[in-house]
């Protein structure tokens, strides 16, 4: 079956500093999605991917999907305390089909 | 977006009872999701619940096990029956957006089985 990864697991980031995390698909992927979830929270829905090579920005938070549609990388730029959460990407396979969640990026920020 | 309330938000039950978690939503969505998220861990779906038709369940989650009702296009219920500690973790169910696919989730219920 469909399997997504994610790496790194844990991701401990001094407050002010850049950091990537990075998503990688078993098979080719219609969209690919990222969720933000704070502790204690449910994950919550930041950015939709369709296009190969497509790339987008939310402030601080820069999304890239990957030229073969397999992988994905969320990149934070000047990292906040508010950034603190985890990060999951997720992938869709067909249009309108379910989404396979990767294992998710653990954000931990030192100020 | 849509705005999802699950019921109840939290519950310890004993081994081999059965709890129904019930999911809300406030305007009517065509497909809605079951998942459950162990403690630390990433969400695994256990089935999709279509209005209308029987719930499509994902490998190792079973219907004896985990039956949901679909009665109208904003509700559902996931109930997880004779329960043993292993199924202690936190349910979520989610409707897909209208135009595009991305995914509302509800707070969870977090489950707790001694």
């Known amino acids: 079956g469909q399997q997504v990864m994610q790496i790194p697991q844990y991701q401990h980031v001094q407050e002010g500093e850049d950091f990537t995390t990075y998503c990688n698909s078993s098979?080719?992927?219609?969209?690919i999605q990222w969720y933000k979830q704070r502790p204690g929270g449910h994950p919550v829905f930041l950015i939709q991917l369709v296009k190969s090579g497509e790339v987008k920005k939310q402030k601080r938070l820069t999304f890239q999907f990957g030229e073969a549609k397999k992988n994905s990388s969320l990149h934070i730029t000047a990292t906040q305390t508010t950034d603190v959460g985890t990060y999951f990407c997720?992938?869709?396979?067909?249009?309108?089909?379910?989404?396979?969640f990767g294992g998710g990026t653990r954000v931990l920020v030192k100020p | 977006s849509a705005v999802i309330s699950q019921k109840p938000s939290r519950d310890i039950c004993q081994r081999g009872t059965s709890l129904t978690i019930q999911c809300q939503v406030d305007?009517?969505?065509?497909?809605m999701f079951w998942y459950r998220q162990q403690p630390g861990q990433s969400l695994t779906l256990i089935a999709t619940a279509n209005q209308g038709s029987e719930a499509t369940y994902e490998s190792g989650f079973v219907i004896d096990k985990f039956p949901i009702s679909r009665p109208n296009l904003t509700f559902s219920t996931l109930t997880v029956s004779n329960m043993s500690p292993e199924d202690s973790s936190i349910y979520l169910c989610?409707?897909?957006?209208?135009?595009?696919?991305?995914?509302?989730f509800g707070p969870g219920t977090r489950l707790t089985v001694t």
């Open positions: 997720a992938g869709m396979k067909a249009a309108g089909n379910k989404l396979t």
């Open positions: 989610s409707v897909q957006g209208g135009r595009s696919y991305e995914q509302y």
């Open positions: 305007s009517q969505v065509t497909m």
């Open positions: 098979t080719t992927l219609s969209n």
